[in-house]
């Protein structure tokens, strides 16, 4: 085993075979037992999606949704309603819903083929850094992965949509830097700041492009011109998409509007949490997520110490473990740690298992005297069949409410859906709701307009220095629209008040609805046992969580399974304390 020079083995003409066992019929047989697990994944994926289709909405949901059906309406994001998030997630759920139609079907259709592209994604991602038979099990784990309750897999949240252009983006930025093509990084620029318009979560992933844009003018030692004629033109196109959105919100007058609430007010809610609070909402978030799937983050760390120690992994290893940084880096702002925020780690996650369960099979297979392709397979199945089994009620069995009540166990978000529905039925088209609580998907339910702005009333309630007025704005636009019908959501997930929050608005809706006279009470109960309730019948519900008014002097509404108008609930519900 002499060197190359000319002398033993090796021989003057380069190296002579060499009698050592060869991988690639292995990887060959790997490849294709990887690619049928893909298949059969997203096929199983696909059909618990389908199945799903009709769960209810949760807020975030009903904000999106609601904002899409102004939007659709011919109104700009900030003009009668605001929220701290940038409006890309808005205009996607426009698009959805202009052509699948304003249901819940539609939504969470439209969530499929998300995921199904982010899916691709990371196949096509995976084959570019790492090899084919480890990109088809990486999509396949992201395809579980994202469908993890504890991930909130079922909802449409903003972090879906962040992935799709943010991966587009990534894969766009390789082949930019390879090629040397300025249009291409341009392009990667302007998917990866549609990204941050989703959510601005996505301006990690911005981080990470010109980080990845540094390390490889480095790596080339190119010199100072490239890098700056490449971070302009990354840059260009990163601010792009932000530019044109500020324009169109300047020209319809709200630029202010949007400033404050994206700008101004986020800044004031990333600052609010503590670092115990951060730290237990992490552990609670994070730990959750893990438990539910530990076989596939377990793979994860196997995978991620395979591309650490293996020479073969060497090129794409600095763009991996930056990856997978800045993926964690998106999960932070503002150290909330809510259990979808971390579909964002998901893709850089589901590359790491991707190799660690191909590694998984290369160990195992001669340890049980098995081909790995089998090993591979089995492994999967029996992970696959564990996890459906643990998870059979919520995946087949469970209605959609039923897997609401599941997922949000202190959540009434089918409850809510009912309210909507109700409303929808008893109000003219040109009525208003005022929803006091933070309900906003009562509007998309019901087809009907917000008295208020004020979508939420969980920024009444922070502590931040806006509070207060908020409070008396959202007072007095309510006043001022005068809505025939308003409902008041007392329960304590609507409001999440702080021990130091402002009450005023308590005490301003108890006198607001003076002028009003509730026609329904829903009374919420476990287990599917809430219920509508009129008249006097609902003095003996404890407590009652959501009352819907009618202005005095309007016609009467009856409820479903009411006896006639409704009457008796002449004082406001006890306050949320």
């Given at each position: 085993m002499l060197g190359r020079g000319g002398r033993g083995p090796d021989g003057p003409h380069g190296p002579a075979p060499r009698l050592t066992y060869s991988r690639k019929p292995v990887l060959s047989s790997l490849s294709r037992a990887a690619h049928l697990a893909l298949a059969l994944t997203l096929l199983g994926v696909v059909g618990v999606r389908l199945h799903r289709l009709d769960v209810p909405f949760e807020r975030d949901e009903g904000e999106f949704a609601y904002m899409a059906q102004l939007i659709l309406q011919g109104e700009a994001p900030f003009?009668?309603?605001?929220?701290?998030?940038?409006p890309g997630t808005y205009y996607a759920y426009a698009a959805i819903l202009a052509l699948g139609g304003e249901s819940t079907e539609a939504v969470h259709a439209g969530l499929l083929a998300l995921n199904l592209a982010a899916a691709a994604l990371v196949y096509a991602l995976g084959r570019r850094l790492l090899g084919p038979?480890?990109?088809a099990l990486a999509a396949a784990a992201y395809a579980l992965l994202s469908l993890e309750p504890t991930v909130l897999g079922f909802f449409a949240h903003a972090t879906h949509f962040v992935v799709v252009p943010a991966l587009a983006g990534l894969l766009l930025l390789l082949a930019g830097l390879d090629a040397r093509r300025p249009g291409v990084l341009f392009a990667a620029g302007v998917l990866l700041g549609a990204g941050v318009l989703m959510k601005q979560h996505g301006i990690a992933f911005v981080a990470l492009a010109f980080a990845t844009l540094l390390a490889r003018v480095a790596a080339e030692r190119a010199g100072w011109r490239p890098l700056v004629s490449g971070g302009l033109t990354l840059g260009l196109g990163t601010a792009l998409p932000y530019a044109l959105l500020c324009l169109h919100l300047l020209q319809r007058g709200v630029f202010d509007t949007f400033w404050h609430w994206t700008v101004v007010y986020a800044r004031e809610y990333v600052s609010a949490v503590s670092p115990g609070?951060?730290?237990?909402?992490?552990?609670?978030?994070?730990g959750s997520i893990v438990l539910s799937s530990w076989p596939l983050w377990l793979a994860a760390v196997l995978g991620a110490w395979e591309v650490a120690r293996r020479e073969e992994r060497r090129r794409s290893r600095a763009f991996l473990a930056a990856f997978g940084l800045f993926s964690a880096l998106a999960v932070t702002p503002g150290f909330y740690f809510r259990p979808h925020y971390f579909v964002?780690?998901?893709?850089?996650?589901?590359?790491?298992c991707g190799v660690g369960l191909l590694r998984a099979a290369e160990l195992l297979a001669p340890r049980l005297r098995a081909p790995a392709a089998a090993v591979l397979l089995a492994g999967l199945a029996a992970m696959l069949g564990a996890g459906a089994l643990r998870r059979a009620p919520e995946l087949f069995s469970y209605t959609a409410d039923q897997t609401s009540h599941a997922v949000y166990q202190q959540e009434f978000f089918p409850e809510i859906r009912e309210v909507g529905l109700f409303l929808r039925e008893r109000a003219d088209p040109e009525d208003a709701i005022a929803v006091i609580g933070s309900e906003p998907q009562i509007y998309f339910y019901a087809r009907r307009r917000s008295a208020s702005g004020y979508l939420y009333t969980y920024p009444l309630m922070e502590p931040q220095p806006f509070a207060s007025e908020m409070q008396r704005r959202m007072a007095a636009e309510v006043e001022r629209a005068e809505p025939r019908f308003a409902v008041f959501v007392n329960h304590g997930s609507s409001w999440s008040p702080w021990p130091n929050s402002d009450r005023y608005?308590?005490?301003w809706a108890e006198g607001f609805l003076e002028d009003y006279r509730p026609i329904a009470c829903?009374?919420?109960?476990?287990?599917?046992?809430?219920?509508f309730v009129l008249g006097e019948a609902w003095r003996g519900i404890r407590p009652p969580r959501i009352v819907v008014y009618e202005?005095?002097?309007?016609?009467?509404?009856d409820a479903p399974g009411s006896h006639g108008p409704g009457r008796g609930l002449d004082s406001l519900p006890p306050a949320v304390k």
């Open positions: 003009e009668s309603a605001y929220n701290m998030k940038l038979a480890e990109a609070g951060a730290i237990y909402a992490l552990w609670l978030s994070f964002l780690l998901l893709p850089a996650a589901s590359l790491f608005v308590f005490a829903y009374a919420l109960r476990r287990e599917g046992r809430s219920r202005r005095r002097g309007e016609e009467p509404v």
